[in-house]
């Protein structure tokens, strides 16, 4: 199983920032990447994705306060979280369309990080 390592995640107060780190496994490329959200009782929603290509999308609440990252080269994926809110809290998950090109073969599938908790105290 490949491992979407995510870290970053923590308590902050209003207003302040934290920046999230997703790190693909050595051996396996990613293609699309995004970070979700999920909160007690709801589905995970999307906050923002990134393409290979750097093309980047995000959910309005988030937008002009949040920014996402990647540098290919480095396997790594960021989320920049400006100006937080109290509803910006919950579970963050890394998410990615993984490819993987080697023994014993070819494949691609998707795959989720174990998730890091963000608290926002107002």
């Known amino acids: 199983q490949v491992q979407l390592v995510e870290s970053g995640g923590g308590l902050v107060q209003a207003g302040g920032s934290l920046r999230l780190s997703c790190v693909v496994a050595?051996?396996?490329?990613?293609?699309?990447m995004g970070w979700y959200r999920q909160t007690s009782g709801n589905q995970r929603e999307l906050v923002a994705n990134i393409t290979s290509g750097g093309t980047t999308t995000y959910a309005d609440s988030v937008k002009g306060r949040f920014t996402v990252s990647r540098d290919n080269a480095k396997s790594t994926m960021w989320l920049q979280m400006n100006s937080l809110k109290p509803e910006d809290a919950g579970v963050y998950y890394c998410?990615?369309?993984?490819?993987?090109?080697?023994?014993?073969?070819?494949?691609?599938?998707?795959?989720w990080g174990q998730g890091t908790q963000v608290i926002v105290s107002s």
């Open positions: 050595s051996g396996f490329s990613a293609y699309a």
């Open positions: 998410n990615a369309d993984i490819y993987y090109s080697g023994f014993p073969g070819v494949a691609d599938f998707n795959q």
